[in-house]
């Protein structure tokens, strides 16, 4: 394709991972736990270039703690300004992380951050994470400053959004 090459600077992507369904592997005992990313290999395997990926916690969503939604604010201010930051994420309580960083992050006028997760695992043959992550890579790169919820190619206004 031809068009506009974004510099390194208009395409880079922090994503910062928390685990959730999307990063779930069998573990040995048959049961399902958290394993590592799966964020970086997504988007390798899809072509997706200019990310960082940032892993910060390894925890299914409801067990997440007003200290890590904190943690997650910090991070996300601490990117530079304009950045865009995508966020992996369980689905359970998406809509309330969202939220938080809204009222908590400094300045949500100069960053877009786009939470997205699975409903499957990465691992899993019929997964979504793929798609998921790959449409929250565009949206954080094209959508104005603001928090968002992408899923299943839809861009979901955090003030709004609620799990269905």
Not at 23 to 37: F, R, S
Not at 132 to 158: C, E, I, K, Q, W
């Amino acid at each position: 394709m031809t068009g506009h090459t974004p510099s390194a600077d208009e395409s880079q992507v922090y994503v910062l991972t928390t685990g959730g369904s999307i990063d779930k592997i069998y573990a040995l005992q048959g049961e399902m736990e958290i394993g590592p990313p799966a964020a970086g290999e997504l988007l390798d395997r899809a072509g997706v270039t200019g990310h960082t990926i940032v892993p910060v916690l390894t925890k299914d969503s409801p067990d997440l703690t007003s200290e890590d939604r904190d943690r997650l604010a910090e991070l996300v201010d601490g990117c530079p300004p304009g950045a865009a930051v995508v966020i992996t994420h369980g689905t359970d309580t998406m809509p309330e992380t969202g939220r938080h960083l809204l009222k908590h992050i400094g300045r949500t006028d100069d960053k877009t951050v786009v939470l997205t997760g699975a409903l499957q695992p990465a691992a899993m043959s019929h997964s979504d994470a793929a798609f998921n992550l790959s449409s929250a890579v565009l949206a954080a790169r094209t959508l104005p400053p603001g928090v968002y919820v992408v899923m299943h190619g839809t861009a979901f206004d955090v003030a709004t959004v609620r799990k269905n």
